[in-house]
């Protein structure tokens, strides 16, 4: 029959397509009217539903960061991930300390420390801001400033080692140095490395009266390749001051024997000589037996948090002095990491030094992971895979009390006839026998 028409006017092919296509859109309109009034009545019963149900799905909520009281149903339905616990863009309410992250570095070494940093950035520092001290023995380059630069925007200030701060002790020579370097360079691990002698020695008795650090109350030590797995709320340089710590660390490993064999026999005679600069009291059994022999167990240095009146200490300056001009630090290899323990069991208490269980850290070599729930919670790590759990020196310190300085001095006694380092290789025995 064809379109009637209207006051004489006489339709278009284009004006009939046209109507076709306003019907089509008002038909899909009303569709999408419908299925939206479908969609939101099944969504009021999914999420009545999910809030009628039993315990678990408001713990989806704490899970998620919300607050079941006050999450509404949009947070729930669209998937929206929860606001961080604490903004990152602002810093860290609270007081800081004197403090420094302190890093000896080479600049070989840039790309293992931006690791290092990117992730304590992200775990503590990007919110503390405390500032960092990168010391070298040559000249940072332009490009090691640069790369620095890039990953952090806090201070970072630069400082190079001259031969005050790296280079030999004064009871040692070159020449008697390179012979114990050949001798030794089969027998542990950097036997031969002249550098690595160097740095025990700074990080020993050295690296606290460097011009960028003397005037420091606390630092914390970061070397490159290391990474950190747990998020850090609070200021560890603040908790530690206000319980009155002194020293913190996270793994304790035994050291090689071969490396320290004549450390305990020097120890004992500086101790036996000042024993007016020795507490009362002090955590010393942790590395001594009963049978007055070094067990080996150290703090492992290259994480450590460290109130610097330990070491700008009277009696701290005397041990290390004491070790310089033993030789030791040259034709043995004295790590910076028993010297620093040994000293550290001796001049405090066990109340004054603090295993952090809740930062995940792991050096080439070791990893720490804390196993407690509300620790772990906060990391990305497999406390299965912890070195700690499994060490007898960590254990060890759970277990050890304070040790009167007496009772230390008569176990010295008593155990000197046997001691003695003219004959290394019945001290190293001694070492191997006597390793609790």
């Known amino acids: 029959?064809?379109?009637?028409?209207?006051?004489?006017?006489?339709?278009?092919?284009?004006?009939?397509?046209?109507g076709l296509l306003l019907a089509a859109a008002l038909t899909v309109c009303a569709t999408l009217w419908m299925l939206s009034s479908s969609l939101s009545s099944v969504s009021s019963s999914f999420v009545?539903?999910?809030?009628?149900?039993?315990?678990?799905?408001?713990?989806?909520?704490?899970?998620?960061?919300?607050?079941?009281?006050?999450?509404n149903d949009d947070d729930l339905l669209v998937g929206r991930l929860p606001a961080a616990r604490v903004s990152y863009d602002q810093p860290a309410e609270g007081e800081r300390v004197n403090a420094a992250i302190i890093a000896l570095v080479r600049n070989s070494e840039l790309d293992g420390l931006r690791k290092s940093i990117r992730m304590f950035e992200d775990r503590f520092n990007r919110r503390f801001k405390y500032p960092y001290v990168l010391l070298n023995d040559q000249n940072f380059t332009q490009e090691f400033r640069d790369g620095i630069a890039a990953i952090t925007k806090n201070e970072v200030r630069y400082g190079v080692l001259d031969s005050d701060y790296?280079?030999?002790?004064?009871?040692?020579?070159p020449e008697g140095t390179e012979k114990k370097l050949e001798e030794n360079k089969n027998?542990?691990?950097?036997?031969?490395?002249?550098?690595y002698r160097f740095m025990c020695r700074f990080q020993s008795g050295l690296f606290y009266k460097h011009p960028l650090v003397r005037d420091l109350d606390w630092y914390w030590r970061l070397e490159p390749d290391v990474e950190y797995f747990c998020d850090l709320d609070y200021d560890p340089f603040v908790f530690m001051r206000?319980?009155?710590?002194?020293?913190?660390?996270?793994?304790?490993?035994?050291?090689g024997r071969r490396t320290v064999e004549t450390l305990w026999y020097h120890t004992r005679?500086?101790?036996?000589?000042?024993?007016?600069?020795?507490?009362?009291?002090?955590?010393?059994?942790?590395v001594m037996g009963t049978d007055g022999h070094y067990n080996l167990c150290h703090f492992w240095s290259n994480f450590e948090i460290v109130d610097m009146s330990l070491y700008r200490s009277a009696a701290y300056e005397s041990y290390f002095q004491y070790l310089d001009n033993s030789q030791g630090f040259f034709y043995e290899r004295w790590g910076d990491a028993p010297i620093h323990s040994i000293a550290a069991t001796l001049l405090l208490e066990k109340g004054q030094v603090h295993w952090f269980e809740d930062i995940g850290y792991k050096h080439p070599g070791n990893m720490?992971?804390?196993?407690?729930?509300?620790?772990?919670?906060?990391c990305i790590c497999d406390p299965g895979k912890a070195y700690t759990y499994r060490s007898a020196c960590q254990a060890r310190f759970a277990k050890v009390n304070n040790m009167a300085k007496e009772r230390m001095l008569e176990i010295i006694h008593n155990s000197e006839k046997e001691y003695h380092p003219s004959?290394?290789?019945e001290d190293v025995d001694q070492a191997a026998k006597h390793r609790s």
């Open 166 to 173: 790296w280079g030999y002790s004064p009871s040692v020579t």
């Open 242 to 255: 206000d319980r009155g710590m002194k020293y913190g660390f996270t793994i304790a490993p035994r050291e």
């Open 269 to 286: 005679e500086w101790i036996k000589n000042n024993t007016d600069l020795l507490p009362e009291r002090s955590l010393v059994n942790w």
């Open 48 to 71: 009545n539903g999910i809030k009628g149900s039993k315990g678990h799905n408001n713990n989806n909520y704490h899970h998620n960061g919300l607050n079941p009281a006050t999450a």
């Open 1 to 18: 029959m064809g379109i009637p028409q209207l006051g004489g006017y006489k339709p278009t092919a284009r004006i009939y397509k046209l």
């Open 187 to 195: 027998r542990y691990l950097y036997g031969g490395s002249l550098s």
């Open 423 to 425: 004959d290394k290789s």
């Open 368 to 378: 720490h992971c804390p196993r407690d729930p509300g620790m772990l919670a906060k």
